[in-house]
């Protein structure tokens, strides 16, 4: 019902039920980016790739209007570059941006960790402690992927070490484009191990507390990790 000025009444509003459909299309949405982020990341959507519409819209089962806003969201990442008029492709790796982005990464990171040194709990510890393990076990069973995938999880857990919000969303935005350099990165040779040793010597530096060592270490880490992506890109 409405009120004498033709507004609708409290009650009215709320009869009106949620926008059901709009929350539903932003979910697809979510899905297909995440789905779409990880073929580019592991190399199955490769750099200068057209992004055919059609065919991905079959292959996730979905419409254009969930799709064309996951590649919004893959633009704002620079996973993608939408074209006008054309297929989006999947954007080329850039050496010097590599260099750039590694080099912000080295600082952000290395200072978190610095600060994880003292504020990371003993609880906290020990779970880095057991991902290192695991870490190190993926390593010798030669299972890239899964390695790649707890390594991220564990350089966001460094980060997070850090209890500063402001840096921790900082860190965030930066991922998507720095993801697909990391898992090319282990393909360089000794890269895997190098980094499985550098992540060894990151969580001792914690356990001993020492900041200082433990922000040099982790920043060392991410710079080798960038230098390696950048001369393959070369």
């Known amino acids: 019902m409405s009120n004498a000025t033709g507004s609708p009444t409290?009650?009215?509003?709320?009869?009106?039920?949620?926008?059901?459909?709009?929350?539903?299309s932003r979910s697809l949405a979510q899905e297909a980016y995440q789905i779409l982020q990880r073929m580019i990341v592991h190399g199955e959507l490769a750099p200068g790739k057209r992004i055919v519409e059609p065919e991905l819209c079959e292959q996730l089962d979905i419409s254009r209007t969930p799709l064309r806003e996951a590649l919004r969201m893959l633009a704002s990442d620079r996973l993608v570059t939408i074209r006008?008029?054309?297929?989006?492709?999947?954007t080329l790796i850039d050496s010097q941006e590599l260099q750039h982005l590694f080099e912000a990464e080295a600082g952000i990171e290395g200072f978190a960790a610095g600060l994880a040194a003292s504020r990371l709990t003993n609880t906290e510890l020990k779970r880095l402690e057991t991902l290192q393990e695991r870490l190190e076990k993926?390593?010798?069973?030669?299972?890239?992927?899964?390695?790649?995938?707890?390594?991220?999880?564990?350089?966001a857990l460094l980060v997070a070490g850090a209890k500063n919000p402001v840096l921790e969303e900082t860190h965030r935005r930066l991922l998507g484009r720095l993801e697909r350099a990391r898992y090319l990165a282990l393909n360089s040779i000794g890269r895997w191990q190098e980094s499985t040793e550098e992540h060894r010597a990151i969580l001792e530096a914690l356990k001993a507390r020492d900041g200082e060592q433990a922000q040099r270490l982790l920043s060392d880490h991410v710079r080798h990790t960038g230098e390696a992506i950048t001369n393959s890109a070369r």
Do not use: C, K, W
Request: glycine letters at 4%.
């Open 10 to 24: 409290a009650s009215d509003m709320a009869e009106t039920p949620p926008p059901q459909r709009r929350v539903q």
């Open 84 to 90: 006008h008029n054309r297929n989006a492709v999947v």
């Open 138 to 155: 993926l390593h010798v069973q030669g299972d890239q992927t899964g390695y790649f995938e707890l390594n991220q999880r564990i350089h």
